[in-house]
Structures are given as structure tokens and as C-alpha cells.
């Protein structure tokens, strides 16, 4: 309908919202039951209203941001974060004080997790500065209320952890493991302690806007994680050059582990930590601006392009590729709430009713990494390169896992692979 194509492109412009990463007939809901809310039912009267009222917008937009995040979720970059700062930052930096930013935040527990780990090293609250971004009011609300139920630990905590959250009232009980199944009709939440509410710096800014933080100094720490894949083209190339005004020469930036592909290609080089998905500038790069950035967005989806092989028989990739856009949409969303079954199943199917695809193998992988399935992920991204020798984004994700593996001369022959196919297909290099 014409009134979904309209809303959704208010939302693209305003908030670079890829709105297919919802699924369109999510989507469609989200706007009936808002234009039924609302008490309007003529289309035009419902855009009209869209355009004028920001509260109408706002609503709207709530109902389409739906956090998905917890306490110390995937473990390992907290760990990476603080052997970084203990063992090399505040070495190096006497007397100074680390910056660090999260965006966006959604309800909080990504930095308050970050606090944690940081206070739980014996970093102290005056010894960093932890500020936290956020677009939806209600996200920022909860984050203020710092109260949260089950659905926010989807994971033990440890002991140390479980000291940071206090209980009283109609909340969990102190000393009860936030994860405990408990008989039905006993609270089950728990409130972070004040100690470390006090050192999280909430804000409401939109990270896809030029001005997002403007004037602020430089972070050594970025989180920014499981964004760009809910991105349009031009959003994430927004998104791209606030990180790079944002982030320290020598700072460290955590992202999602479908998203390490697209900084690979924008000055950063990958940290060795395993499940970190952490990157740093490339020594002697900044990261690129402008064209440069949008020359590398005609990828399909979050970061993967038709190779040079597959462009040359148009006729019969166009549309695979156009089915593909949405698969890699679809999967990625599905990953990122932990559904790697569901995720995985999906690729399988469309790899089961399409011609064998590069793009679809390289995203079977990717999903298989995220599910801690090194072998099957590996395996996946042999059969992408068998389709297609020369498929980027497969060379760099099979450098990046054998760099994780520490075989430091399989990840060095599939990055020099890398490099060569990008340089022949920006003409830099001969055949």
C-alpha cells in the first residue's frame, strides 16, 4: 500500500531505519495499529499527522525500536575491554582518564555492563568517563529506572557480577542469581546498584545524525555493535564518519560480529581476541569519508557485493541478488536476537531452492561464527569460495577466523587474496 511506502521512507530519512530488517508485514502492523491508536483511518489524514506531530512520530517510532540486549552479552569483548585498558592503556596513560562511549545504549545494560567490568577491575569511577547514547525516550527511561527483569540476563553472572545489583522491595531478593528459576509468583528482578548508575552518562542523540555528539573529545572505547546491519547504505556511511570523528587515533572499537567485514574495508584492522569483534584503526589510516565510503556501500546487505564472476551473467544473477538483499536482512535481524537456528535455517532454504550462491554460503558462515560453530563456519565459506574464488567478503571473514585461530599464515594468504581482488576490481592492479 502507498501509505506504507510513504511512512517508511519518513523513517528512512529521518533515522537511516532499513525498514526491511523488520519484515514488511511487521512493518504494516506496526503503522495499522498505530493509525488505529491514533483514531485516524484515512491514509492521508495519518501522514498528514506523522509529518506534524512529533509525539505521533515518536510513538511510532517505539514501537518499531524493539531493544534486544543484555548484561554482558557475548562475554568476551568485557574481557577484551579490560586486559586492554589494565594491561596497556593505563600503563602507558599515567593519571589520565579513559573515554568511553557506548551508542546506542538501548535500555542500558550494554554500559552498565561496561561500568561493571571496569569497576570490578579495580578501575576506579574517577579514572573514566562512560557516556551512553540513545534515540528512543523509553529505552532511556528504563536505562534511568535501571531496573530489569530475566530478559536482561540471559547468562550467569559471576559472583563479583551478581555484587554490582542490590534487591529490596518487590525485587529480587539480594544474593539470588539473576538467572535462577524461580517458583512462579517470586519477583525476578533486579536493580544495578547505585554506585554504578552514578557512572553512566545517559544522553538522546541520533547516531546516524552528522551533528551526533558534536563537539565532544575524542573516545579511547567505542561500543557501537549490531547497528549498521539495520541500516540503510547511506545511514551506515553517516554512521562510519561519526565513528571516525569520534573514536582515538589509537582507540578500540567493538561491533558486531556481522559488521567486522564492513570496517575491514574502511581503515580498521581486526584485534585478535576471539568473539571480541573488536577493530582498530589500520596503523596510519583514517577512516575514509565521503565517496570512498559509498563507493564500498553498493555491497548487498551488511557488507556483501556481487563478484566480478557473478556480475558478468546478469541476466540470471539480478534477481537472485535482489532475493538475497532481503535473505541477508532477514538472517542477520534473526541472528541478532540470538536465533541462529532460525537464522541458519534460512539461508539453507534459500540455498536449497536457488542456483549454489557465494553470497548465501558467506552468510551461512557469518551466522555459523556468530553461533560459535567455527567448523561449520569455515566450511561455509570454503563452498563460497569454491562458487566463487574471487568473493571478497568470504576472503576477509576466512582471514579474520584464521587470524582468531591464531594461524597467522592462512589469515595472511587469504588477506593478500583479499587485497589483490579489490585491487582489480578498482582497476589498481592487473588481472
Request: proline share 5%; glycine share 8%; net charge neutral.
Amino acid at each position: 500500500m502507498e501509505i506504507y511506502a510513504a511512512v517508511e521512507k519518513r523513517f528512512i530519512d529521518t533515522l537511516g531505519l532499513n525498514t526491511a530488517s523488520f519484515g514488511r508485514s511487521g512493518f504494516e502492523r506496526v503503522i495499522c495499529a498505530a493509525m488505529k491508536r491514533s483514531g485516524v483511518a484515512d491514509a492521508t489524514a495519518y501522514l498528514e499527522l506523522l509529518s506534524t506531530s512529533p509525539e505521533e512520530f515518536e510513538r511510532c517510532l517505539e514501537e518499531l525500536v524493539v531493544p534486544e540486549t543484555w548484561f554482558f552479552r557475548d562475554t568476551e569483548p568485557f574481557i577484551l575491554l579490560k586486559q586492554h585498558l589494565c594491561e596497556k592503556w593505563f600503563p602507558s596513560h599515567p593519571g589520565e582518564k579513559v573515554r568511553i562511549l557506548s551508542a546506542p545504549c538501548s535500555t542500558g545494560e550494554e554500559p552498565y555492563s561496561i561500568a561493571m567490568t571496569l569497576m570490578e577491575a579495580g578501575i576506579l569511577p574517577r579514572q573514566f568517563h562512560l557516556d551512553a547514547a540513545e534515540i528512543s525516550r523509553r529505552a532511556l527511561t528504563i536505562a534511568d529506572r535501571a531496573v530489569y527483569g530475566k530478559g536482561s540476563f540471559r547468562q550467569p553472572l559471576t559472583a563479583a557480577q551478581e555484587a554490582f545489583f542490590t534487591g529490596h522491595g518487590d525485587i529480587l531478593p539480594q544474593g539470588v542469581p539473576s538467572n535462577s528459576i524461580l517458583p512462579q509468583g517470586v519477583p525476578t528482578e533486579r536493580r544495578v546498584g547505585e554506585a554504578v548508575v552514578r557512572t553512566v552518562h545517559f544522553h538522546r542523540d541520533n547516531l546516524v545524525d552528522p551533528r551526533f555528539f558534536a563537539g565532544q573529545a575524542p573516545y579511547q572505547i567505542i561500543f557501537c555493535r549490531n547497528v549498521l546491519i539495520y541500516l540503510t547504505a547511506e545511514a551506515r556511511r553517516l554512521v562510519l564518519e561519526n565513528i571516525g570523528r569520534l573514536l582515538a587515533p589509537d582507540g578500540i572499537l567493538f561491533t558486531g560480529h556481522a559488521e567486522v567485514g564492513i570496517l575491514l574495508q574502511h581503515g580498521f584492522t581486526a584485534i585478535r581476541h576471539a568473539r571480541a569483534f573488536a577493530c582498530k584503526r589500520s596503523e596510519g589510516d583514517i577512516l575514509p569519508q565521503g565517496n570512498k565510503v559509498l563507493r564500498t556501500e553498493d555491497r548487498v546487505g551488511a557488507g556483501l557485493k556481487p563478484s566480478p564472476t557473478a556480475l558478468s551473467a546478469q541476466h540470471f544473477v539480478l534477481p537472485q541478488m535482489i532475493a538475497i538483499e532481503s535473505l541477508h536482512t532477514e538472517a542477520l535481524a534473526l541472528a541478532d536476537r540470538g536465533l541462529f537456528d532460525e537464522a541458519a535455517a534460512l539461508c539453507q532454504r534459500y540455498l536449497r531452492e536457488q542456483r549454489p550462491h557465494a553470497d548465501g554460503y558467506c552468510l551461512l558462515g557469518l551466522i555459523h561464527e556468530a553461533a560459535r560453530q567455527s567448523g561449520d563456519a569455515e566450511g561455509c565459506y570454503l563452498k563460497a569460495l569454491y562458487l566463487d574464488p574471487d568473493h571478497h567478503e568470504t576472503l576477509i571473514h576466512l582471514s579474520l577466523l584464521y587470524r582468531q585461530r591464531g594461524n597467522d599464515r592462512k589469515a595472511a594468504l587469504y588477506r593478500q587474496r583479499a587485497d589483490a581482488t579489490e585491487g582489480r576490481a578498482n582497476g589498481t592492479v592487473g588481472p
